[in-house]
Nanobody, 128 residues
């Protein structure tokens, strides 16, 4: 059973930075595509960023491109999201997610339904 545990959320002023972490346990996710999603109050969960197993392919939502950086440490089985120049629209619960380790799920994806494993989320609040 895979468990994903997010950390690093908190409150920050606009223009500030936060670094989210997602630690995986249960088994290694070194071959899995992983991603970050977020859900603001009264809004649907949306894609933020994704990364392939080797880290050489990344995908970002237009709203965060140039401000957020997704990365992973295979040896530590951990996913990261560096968030810079935050604004109030980034306020949300941020979720870590992983696709399954099968050949037909080896591509990065923006679709929620393509990810089978999810964390519980970590809150990010940006004040202006």
């Amino acid at each position: 059973q895979v468990q994903l545990i997010e950390s690093g959320g908190g409150s920050v002023q606009a223009g500030g930075s936060l670094r989210l972490s997602c630690a995986a346990s249960g088994r290694t996710l070194s071959n899995n595509v992983m991603g970050w999603f977020r859900q603001a109050p009264e809004k649907e969960r949306e894609f933020v960023a994704a990364i392939n197993w080797s880290g050489n392919i990344t995908l970002y939502a237009l709203s965060v491109k140039g401000r957020f950086t997704i990365s992973r440490d295979i040896g530590k089985n951990t996913l990261f999201l560096q968030m810079d120049n935050l604004n109030s629209e980034d306020t949300a619960v941020y979720y870590c997610a992983a696709r399954r380790d099968v050949p037909w799920e080896s591509s990065t994806s923006t679709r929620l339904g393509d990810y089978g494993f999810w964390g519980q989320g970590t809150q990010v609040a940006v004040s202006s």
